[in-house]
């Protein structure tokens, strides 16, 4: 793999760190972030909606990964985030995260959800459907207070991925849909709420998306609603927020495009349609989460039993699996794991990388191409930053791992590893 970092001894090496060492001092299973890349991909984001002349914010889809650390990275790079719960809100406030920056998705936000949301003045709101309209309604009027809020519409494109990955089309549980009217009734009922500034108009039509098709298809419908609005109800959406899902590469099959052609052809397209149909250029606000930090991560296991069958893949396990990356059972996604204390050895025959679950499906990858490895030897399974610990149970009562950011030479353990005790810590005895 022509991106990985070998030390002199072989090591697989991230952010000037060697894993051998990383998994000496902080033990396996391990979850790794590249601080570098994570804000590389921010910055390249950022560069593209600066070169094409927009005026963007970028929030990062906290989904993905959602710690404290990470939060306050975040902070530090200047962009936004989005929470998708009370939980990720709380995270992001305790980080030190501006309420300002944040955004409130959700297809069923709780009353204390939004109280908490209203209560700390988060930057917008992002109004699912028409319960929540009339929740956020009744709160701010208890409050005496206004909040700032974008609509979340269905436009009915679809990116093609997995399926219970893609929310966009029309038989979807987020958003108002666009064809029906439903966005038209969500809008008029908006716009007459005294207590409420619509800011914009939010649509994500999928995930792990590659090609820049589903874009263009949608920032062509936002622009058209734009102007059917206009010309409706005299209003027209200062934001166009076009959601998250640029797809990322977690295997040699996959060719995403990068973040800059993605941004390029959004930035085209979207100057195209306004022209047309004479509207001013809006602001553009994006939501990537896999691809700011997904490319950044690496989980690390280390090698134990082996089983050999005749004439079939062996499976060789390692002291983890789907409790910390669900992905592979959840999705059947597709992962390329190396030896990381002998990266350079020649691969040999495949194996099943199977994780330590109790369960047949925990297997992390199907087909792996390692080197000959023996119980003890270090594996490290790529591009697991997104969706991979923010996703991670106690299946098993198997504690979740650790997570280290490595930067500039340096090590900083920013999630500790879960013991025993924290297992049982909510646990009340019954007898
Ligand atoms: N914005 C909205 C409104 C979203 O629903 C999502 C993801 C994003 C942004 C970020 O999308 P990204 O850039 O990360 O693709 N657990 C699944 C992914 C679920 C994504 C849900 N929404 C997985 O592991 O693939």
């Not at 977690?250 to 349609?273: C, M, S, V, W």
């Not at 990266?343 to 369960?359: D, R, S």
Request: proline content about 5%.
């Amino acid at each position: 793999n022509p991106d990985l970092t070998a030390s002199a001894a072989g090591h697989l090496m991230i952010g000037g760190v060697d894993t051998v060492e990383l998994a000496h001092q902080f033990g396996t299973p391990l979850v790794v972030y590249d601080v570098a890349a994570i804000r590389q991909q921010i910055q390249a984001f950022r560069d593209s909606l600066v070169a094409n002349g927009l005026r963007y914010q970028i929030s990062y889809a906290s989904k993905a990964f959602a710690t404290v650390a990470m939060y306050q990275l975040v902070n530090q790079t200047g962009i936004h985030t989005d929470v998708v719960s009370g939980g990720e809100l709380y995270t992001a406030l305790q980080a030190g995260l501006p309420a300002s920056r944040i955004s409130f998705h959700g297809n069923n936000k709780s009353r204390a959800e939004l109280e908490m949301a209203v209560d700390h003045h988060i930057g917008v709101i992002i109004l699912d459907n028409f319960y929540e309209i009339q929740l956020l309604h009744e709160i701010l009027l208890e409050k005496n207070t206004n909040a700032d809020v974008m609509l979340r519409l269905t436009p009915g494109i679809s990116a093609h991925t997995h399926k219970y990955i893609q929310t966009g089309q029309v038989d979807s549980k987020f958003g108002f849909d666009v064809d029906s009217g439903q966005a038209d009734q969500a809008v008029q009922a908006v716009l007459n709420i005294e207590q409420m500034h619509l800011i914009g108009i939010h649509a994500h039509i999928g995930s792990q998306i590659f090609g820049p098709e589903g874009f263009e298809m949608l920032v062509n419908k936002l622009v058209d609603i734009s102007a059917d609005w206009r010309a409706k109800f005299h209003y027209v959406p200062q934001i166009l927020n076009l959601g998250g899902g640029f797809g990322i590469r977690y295997t040699q099959d996959d060719h995403p495009l990068g973040p800059e052609t993605f941004i390029d052809d959004i930035a085209n397209a979207l100057k195209k349609r306004v022209a047309q149909r004479q509207l001013d250029l809006p602001e553009v606000w994006i939501e990537p989460g896999r691809s700011i930090v997904g490319p950044a991560g690496y989980n690390l296991y280390t090698v134990g039993s082996r089983k050999d069958i005749p004439e079939l893949t062996p499976y060789v396990a390692v002291d983890g699996g789907m409790g910390d990356n669900i992905r592979p059972a959840l999705y059947q996604a597709k992962y390329e794991a190396v030896c990381a204390n002998h990266l350079n050895a020649p691969t040999i025959e495949p194996v099943h990388l199977a994780g330590k679950y109790c369960e047949s499906g925990d297997i992390l990858i199907d087909q792996a191409k390692l080197p000959a490895v023996v119980p003890g030897d270090l594996v490290a399974v790529l591009a697991t930053g997104a969706y991979g610990y923010s996703m991670a149970s106690n299946y098993n009562r198997n504690p979740r791992p650790a997570v280290v950011f490595v930067e500039n030479g340096q090590a900083k353990c920013v999630v500790q590893r879960e013991s025993y005790a924290d297992l049982t810590r909510l646990d009340q005895p019954y007898l």
